[in-house]
């Protein structure tokens, strides 16, 4: 059974900071990994998605890794600002278009 | 474009009543649809899949049932709420093999 771990649960920052969020998974059969955005009572915003054949994706100030042998992927945010302040999930996606979540890290971005 | 909503965003609900939460999406035919819960402090969790009319898969056992009486119409149900249904419940709906789309949520409250 896959399970998806994301380390730290909360990471509080000062702004300007750059930081790495960090997500394992158990079983390296998946056909791919994506990072989403929730902000507080609201639904998911999908902000990377890496093919299982992929090694990153990168859109603006986000990078994503994906090292699927070891089964760990990072997103890295640099240079942190408060609108960053939310919970970030990462989700692998198995057979059948089911995605299996982690539990999230709780981002605060201080100005 | 394609547009997913759920309703109502917010609901309290005494223990032991009945439950119905929809999920419709707009602008695609034949999606795969999905409901998620997310607990206090945890990740989210599949409950529900649904790749046709009336076509249901339980990722869990519980106190829950879905259905799709249409093809962009997800319901959730229960029929008596226990304390333990409280949450956040998610819809998605992706197209095959596509990256899931989620809703804005409803926050469930059982007293």
């Known amino acids: 059974k896959q399970e998806v771990t994301q380390i730290p649960a909360a990471l509080s920052v000062p702004e300007g900071e750059n930081l790495v969020l960090n997500c394992s998974f158990t079983?390296?059969?998946?056909?791919?990994l994506q990072w989403f955005r929730q902000d507080p009572g609201k639904g998911l915003t999908s902000l990377l998605l890496i093919q299982s054949s992929q090694r990153e994706q990168t859109s603006g100030r986000l990078n994503a890794s994906l090292d699927k042998s070891s089964g760990r992927s990072t997103l890295y945010i640099a240079a942190s600002q408060p609108g960053d302040s939310a919970t970030y999930l990462c989700?692998?996606?198995?057979?059948?278009?089911?995605?299996?979540f982690g539990g999230g890290t709780r981002l605060m971005v201080k100005p | 474009s394609q547009t997913i909503h759920q309703w109502p965003a917010t609901l309290v609900q005494p223990v032991g009543s009945p439950l119905s939460l929809e999920c419709t999406v707009e602008?695609?035919?034949?999606?795969?649809l999905y409901w998620y819960r997310q607990a206090a402090g945890r990740g989210l969790q599949l409950l529900f899949y649904s790749v046709g009319i009336g076509q249901i898969s339980s990722e869990v056992p519980q106190n829950l049932s879905a259905s799709r009486p249409q093809d962009r119409q997800f319901i959730l149900s229960s029929k008596k709420l226990l304390l333990s249904d409280s949450g956040f419940y998610l819809c998605a709906w992706s197209a095959q093999g596509q990256p899931q789309h989620f809703g804005d949520g409803t926050r469930l409250s059982i007293l």
């Open positions: 602008g695609t035919s034949n999606p795969n």
């Open positions: 989700a692998v996606r198995r057979a059948g278009n089911m995605l299996t």
């Open positions: 079983d390296s059969a998946i056909y791919n």
